[in-house]
């Protein structure tokens, strides 16, 4: 049985491990921005609109990462809130973390 990754109303979720979703987050509070600026910088002189608009988006940018960040990055057994723990065991139950297990995998 092959497992679609897009339709069925998203009963069957993505399976993505919180190493991957760490990766997204921190694309979308560095990677989005330093690209925002680079096309600030592009724009600099054309003085479109846009321009104007680039600071705002790149906040916006940083706010969601962290609303992800505080959504996403969950201890699997306790559910707490991991902030910056990169380590292998959950600061506030103590278990192991598994950076790769992809939940809903029995
Ligand atoms: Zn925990």
Redesign the pocket.
């Known amino acids: 049985m092959t497992i679609t990754r897009e339709g069925d109303g998203g009963k069957e979720a993505v399976r993505v491990s919180l190493r991957q979703k760490k990766c997204t987050v921190f694309t979308l509070m560095l990677g989005v921005p330093a690209l925002l600026y680079l096309i600030a910088m592009a724009l600099e002189r054309t003085g479109l609109d846009v321009y104007e608009a680039i600071p705002a988006m790149a906040f916006f940018a940083v706010i969601a990462g962290v609303l992800l960040h505080v959504l996403w990055m969950r201890?699997p057994?306790?559910?707490?809130w991991l902030e910056r723990n990169d380590g292998e065991y959950?600061q506030?139950?103590?278990?192991r973390i598994d950076w790769d297990a992809k939940p809903g995998k029995e």
């Open positions: 201890c057994h306790c559910g707490s959950c506030n139950c103590g278990k």
